[in-house]
């Protein structure tokens, strides 16, 4: 087989322009980083999008701390070596070369790795923009046993896009209906999930009652699968693959509505939500 898959779906009968705000054509990136090599798996991630060529791919988005292999539940982890993995969004090369790379490929990338940042160790995913700008910073907010070694993120922001708002959501924030919901009453067309942990079927069922429930289109990016759930709560494209690769997918956010979960909500009685249990 070989060490590159690259695969193209589109969501619809034909190829839609980047031109229109309301197209997207994302690239979800799959490929199982290897722990503590921050060259070899910035190697992986240049390869495979390059090998994409000219094909017109707007945004592409990683699996969760792609750039050092999520070392922080390795069984080798070490404080030293923690912190040497951990980039400085100012400083890092690493940084600079995703910037570097968005801005000569005129392409948005969400980008995953871990941060250092006001002595704090974070899982972040990076937003950088088509001119190379920093568009904005997602840190997971919902840290199990096997994350506490970062600090949680406190806050769901969305991000403006070419493509209207857009939401990011890291591997196990995935797992609380609440912080999709208020990525999309926040204004969210998509939200991005750059994942590593848990995936198979019982997983895909969650994500797509998320798009559902939200009416709105959701995107997972996973070492070994990729896929979009579509605001019915489809399956618009869906990648599983052991070598590095990308999933290509044309979405058409006109699909995106508020027109029956989200008008239809009563939030007078969800009060018990918010307190605390």
Known sequence: ???????????????????????????????????????????????????????????????????????????DWAPERFAAVAQDIQTSPYIRQVRALAESRKIYIVFGFTERRGGKFYNTALMVGRKGEIVGRYSKTHLQNHDLRFAPGDDLPVFQTPWGKAGILICADRRWPETARVLRLRGAR????????????????????????????????????????????????????????????????????????????????????????
């Open 1 to 75: 087989m070989k060490d590159l898959l690259t695969v193209l779906l589109l969501c619809s009968a034909a190829a839609l322009p980047a031109a229109d705000a309301d197209k997207v054509r994302l690239g979800l990136f799959t490929a199982m980083p290897v722990k503590w090599d921050l060259e070899a798996n910035w190697r992986t991630f240049d390869r495979v999008l390059k090998a994409r060529g000219n094909d017109g791919i707007d945004l592409v988005v990683t699996p969760e701390c792609f750039l050092d292999g999520y070392v922080a539940s390795a069984k």
């Open 190 to 277: 998509m939200v991005l999930i750059p994942s590593y942990g848990m995936w198979g079927l019982d997983n895909e069922w969650w994500m797509r009652t998320r798009a559902y429930e939200n009416e709105n289109y959701l995107a997972f990016a996973h070492p070994q699968v990729a896929f979009v759930a579509d605001p019915k709560g489809g399956i618009a494209a869906r990648l599983q693959s052991n070598v590095p690769g990308m999933l290509v997918c044309d979405v058409d956010l006109t699909r995106v509505t508020d027109k029956h979960h989200i008008k239809d909500r009563r939030p007078e009685l969800y009060g018990e939500i918010v307190k605390p249990k």
